[in-house]
């Protein structure tokens, strides 16, 4: 025995090597299958950051859709501000009957008869008829109309009517009797123009950062 146990303690060394050797080969056992855990993680992983990185992109792109369509309508928005501003804030029939009667006296139109009719509201503008009957020749309604259209007020020809007169023709010309309502303009005093920004401009979800898978082992 006392053989044996000098043997053994002669030999300790290499047991102690073993047993080195052994947790080595344990430790790097283990972190060959941690190894092998990470590196099956690493395609889902990239395959997800590519995911997120276009989805990035689209919201970059939609932000610089958006900020031009943005520009768009309020170039649009102040055009028609624009517009409402050179519409009168009211109608003065009086002042509309007499320009229409020295136009015509002006043209030396005969029989005229002008009659206020009602109103026509829209989005933009409220309209009021004016019915218009006079006598006349072609000449003299086509400088009318003319001169209408180039006054200070916006006017608008609805519609127009030219009889030729059956009676004897006096003059060069032949006399024709004549009917047409003509709207005249204002704004409408509540319309105001909706940009809309808030309320229509919605973006992609912007994508979370994806979450690092967990190791197997780790969990245990």
Request: proline fraction near 10%; glycine fraction near 4%; aromatic fraction near 8%.
């Given at each position: 025995m006392k053989d044996l146990g000098n043997k053994l303690i002669a030999n300790l060394h290499v047991f102690i090597v073993?047993?080195?050797l052994y947790g080595l080969y344990f430790s790097y056992d283990e972190h060959s299958i941690?190894?092998?855990?990470?590196?099956?993680?690493?395609?889902?992983?990239?395959?997800?950051?590519?995911?997120?990185?276009?989805k990035l992109k689209?919201?970059?792109e939609f932000k610089k859709e958006s900020e031009a369509s943005k520009v768009r309508v309020e170039?649009?928005?102040?055009n028609i501000e624009s517009v409402q501003r050179q519409l009168p804030a009211e109608t003065n029939e009086g002042q509309i009957l007499n320009f229409f009667n020295s136009e015509a006296q002006l043209l030396n139109i005969k029989d005229v008869?002008?009659?206020a009719g009602g109103e026509n509201i829209s989005q933009l503008t409220i309209g009021k008829d004016f019915k218009v009957k006079a006598n006349g020749t072609y000449l003299q309604f086509a400088v009318f109309f003319e001169r209408i259209g180039t006054a200070d007020r916006i006017y608008n020809v609805k519609?127009?009517?030219?009889?030729?007169?059956?009676?004897?023709?006096?003059?060069?010309?032949?006399?024709?009797?004549?009917?047409?309502?003509?709207?005249?303009?204002?704004?409408?005093?509540?319309?105001k123009v909706d940009r809309g920004f808030e309320a229509n401009a919605t973006s992609p979800?912007?994508?979370?950062?994806?979450?690092?898978?967990?190791?197997?082992?780790?969990?245990?």
């Open positions: 073993l047993y080195a941690q190894m092998t855990s990470f590196e099956e993680q690493i395609p889902p992983m990239q395959a997800e950051i590519e995911t997120v990185k276009k689209e919201i970059v170039q649009v928005a102040k008869y002008i009659s519609d127009l009517r030219l009889v030729t007169g059956k009676g004897v023709q006096k003059g060069r010309f032949p006399t024709i009797s004549m009917e047409s309502t003509i709207e005249a303009y204002r704004f409408n005093p509540s319309f979800e912007t994508p979370k950062p994806p979450r690092p898978a967990r190791s197997s082992r780790g969990d245990e």
